[in-house]
T-cell receptor, first 117, second 115 residues
Framework: GNSVTQMEGPVTLSEEAFLTINCTYTATGYPSLFWYVQYPGEGLQLLLKATKADDKGSNKGFEATYRKETTSFHLEKGSVQVSDSAVYFCALSGDNAGGTSYGKLTFGQGTILTVHP | DTGVSQDPRHKITKRGQNVTFRCDPISEHNRLYWYRQTLGQGPEFLTYFQNEAQLEKSRLLSDRFSAERPKGSFSTLEIQRTEQGDSAMYLC?????????????FGQGTRLTVV
């Protein structure tokens, strides 16, 4: 079955540091890949997505590239801010009974990011 | 539109009691999903609907769990004879399915504590 593995956290950085959160996946076929973010007290929000190999998703300074050869979708940001402190989830969606659904997701375990001033 | 809303936000119940949660999706969204999230883990898929039809159920959804979406709008998730292992955050999400899917939008969840 499908699975997602994220680097273990928590991750603690100083403001303006470079961020990488590793994510690898196992899936049949050609899944779509996502990063979701959960800020304290809020629901999950889509941060970025990529739907085919070599696609790069980007949003709010975050980027991730769909690497089929290494089955990876690592999240990066060049300069983090205190406001980026949150839990980050890597996820994938694949084909299912009702056709490909971006809502039927397999999530990783999440990585807690804390950014200090 | 205020997004996906879930009610209640918190529920404490005694073991063996039944509980029901409600999810109101974004109004034009025809797909609705339920997830369960335990502490330190990512959400796990439970089931999803397209309009009123339940298209898929996870093996995680035991016989004590039932979900409905009677008119293709709001949905309810009922847990019968709750157990301590049912303690978790229950998340609802919705998306719009036409030729392709839109992203899924999540509610803030219902936190269930079984004592």
């Amino acid at each position: 079955g499908n699975s997602v593995t994220q680097m273990e956290g928590p991750v603690t950085l100083s403001e303006e540091a470079f961020l990488t959160i590793n994510c690898t996946y196992t899936a049949t076929g050609y899944p779509s890949l996502f990063w979701y973010v959960q800020y304290p007290g809020e629901g999950l929000q889509l941060l970025l997505k990529a739907t085919k190999a070599d696609d790069k998703g980007s949003n709010k300074g975050f980027e991730a590239t769909y690497r089929k050869e290494t089955t990876s979708f690592h999240l990066e940001k060049g300069s983090v801010q205190v406001s980026d402190s949150a839990v980050y989830f890597c996820a994938l969606s694949g084909d299912n009974a009702g056709g490909t659904s971006y809502g039927k997701l397999t999530f990783g375990q999440g990585t807690i990011l804390t950014v200090h001033p | 539109d205020t997004g996906v809303s879930q009610d209640p936000r918190h529920k404490i119940t005694k073991r063996g009691q039944n509980v029901t949660f409600r999810c109101d999706p974004i109004s034009e969204h025809n797909r609705l999903y339920w997830y369960r999230q335990t502490l330190g883990q990512g959400p796990e898929f439970l089931t999803y609907f397209q309009n009123e039809a339940q298209l898929e159920k996870s093996r995680l959804l035991s016989d004590r769990f039932s979900a409905e979406r009677p008119k293709g709008s709001f949905s309810t998730l009922e847990i019968q004879r709750t157990e301590q292992g049912d303690s978790a955050m229950y998340l609802c999400a919705s998306s719009l399915r036409r030729a392709v899917d839109t992203e899924a939008f999540f509610g803030q969840g219902t936190r269930l504590t079984v004592v």
